[in-house]
T-cell receptor, first 112, second 115 residues
Framework: TQLLEQSPQFLSIQEGENLTVYCNSS?????LQWYRQEPGEGPVLLVT?????EVKKLKRLTFQFGDARKDSSLHITAAQPGDTGLYLC????????????FGKGTSLLVTP | EAGVAQSPRYKIIEKRQSVAFWCNPI?????LYWYQQILGQGPKLLIQ????????DSQLPKDRFSAERLKGVDSTLKIQPAKLEDSAVYLC?????????????FGSGTRLTVV
C-alpha cells in the first residue's frame, strides 16, 4: 500500500521556470525526507523535515512540511537542466521497523 | 567515506533461473535495506536488517526471494526461480542510528532483466 501520493507524476518545463511538486498522505509522519534520483543511480537525500510548518531552503529548492505533518511540498525556483531527475518523498513506517516508505515520485525534465 | 557498493550493475537471466545480488554497506552502518524499484515507481522495501538480524521482511516474497547478512556487514539477495515480473532495479541502502535526520545512503543498484 502506497501511503504517500506524489503529484504531478511527470513534469516537463523549460530552463528558468518555477515549479512545485507535492507529497500527500492520510497518515501523520514523524518526519519526511526528499530524495533525488538520477538515471542509473540510487536516490540521494536532499532534506529531512521534522517539525510541522517547517520550511527549509537548499539553494533554489524550498521544502515545506505541512502543519499537520501529513503533506510536504518542494518548490524549485529558476529550474536548471541539472535539476532533471526523479524526486521522491519518503517517510518512516512505524509498523515496519521505521523503514522508509517511498512515494512513486515526480519525474522532472528541464530543457535548455 | 566510501559509498554503498553493489554488484553486479546489470544482469539478464531467463525466467526460472536463479540470480544473486551483493551489497557492501557503509562501514559502521548497522542497518541495511533491500528495495525493489520497478520502472516508473518508487522503491519498495523488501527486507530490513539490523546488524545480522531481520527487522522486517513482510514484503519479501519468501517463496522465491531470500536474503542474508551473516556477519552483520555484507548482504546478499537471491531470487530463485525468477519470474518476468521480477524485472526491476534492486537497491541496497544503509543507515546509521540517526537515519531519520541523515537519511539512507543508497548504492547504484542492480538492474535485473528477466526474459
Amino acid at each position: 500500500t502506497q501511503l504517500l501520493e506524489q503529484s504531478p507524476q511527470f513534469l516537463s518545463i523549460q530552463e528558468g521556470e518555477n515549479l512545485t511538486v507535492y507529497c500527500n498522505s492520510s497518515s501523520v509522519f514523524s518526519s519526511l525526507q526528499w530524495y533525488r534520483q538520477e538515471p542509473g543511480e540510487g536516490p540521494v537525500l536532499l532534506v529531512t523535515v521534522v517539525t510541522g510548518g517547517e520550511v527549509k531552503k537548499l539553494k533554489r529548492l524550498t521544502f515545506q512540511f505541512g502543519d499537520a505533518r501529513k503533506d510536504s511540498s518542494l518548490h524549485i525556483t529558476a529550474a536548471q537542466p541539472g535539476d532533471t531527475g526523479l524526486y521522491l518523498c519518503a517517510g518512516p513506517l512505524s509498523n515496519s521497523g521505521y523503514a522508509l516508505n517511498f512515494g512513486k515520485g515526480t519525474s522532472l525534465l528541464v530543457t535548455p | 567515506e566510501a559509498g554503498v557498493a553493489q554488484s553486479p550493475r546489470y544482469k539478464i537471466i531467463e525466467k526460472r533461473q536463479s540470480v544473486a545480488f551483493w551489497c557492501n554497506p557503509i562501514s559502521g552502518h548497522a542497518t541495511l535495506y533491500w528495495y525493489q524499484q520497478i520502472l516508473g515507481q518508487g522503491p519498495k522495501l523488501l527486507i530490513q536488517f539490523q546488524n545480522n538480524g531481520v527487522v522486517d521482511d513482510s514484503q519479501l516474497p519468501k517463496d522465491r526471494f531470500s536474503a542474508e547478512r551473516l556477519k552483520g556487514v555484507d548482504s546478499t539477495l537471491k531470487i530463485q526461480p525468477a519470474k518476468l515480473e521480477d524485472s526491476a532495479v534492486y537497491l541496497c541502502a544503509s543507515s546509521s542510528a540517526d537515519r531519520h535526520t541523515r537519511g539512507y545512503t543508497f548504492g547504484s543498484g542492480t538492474r535485473l532483466t528477466v526474459v
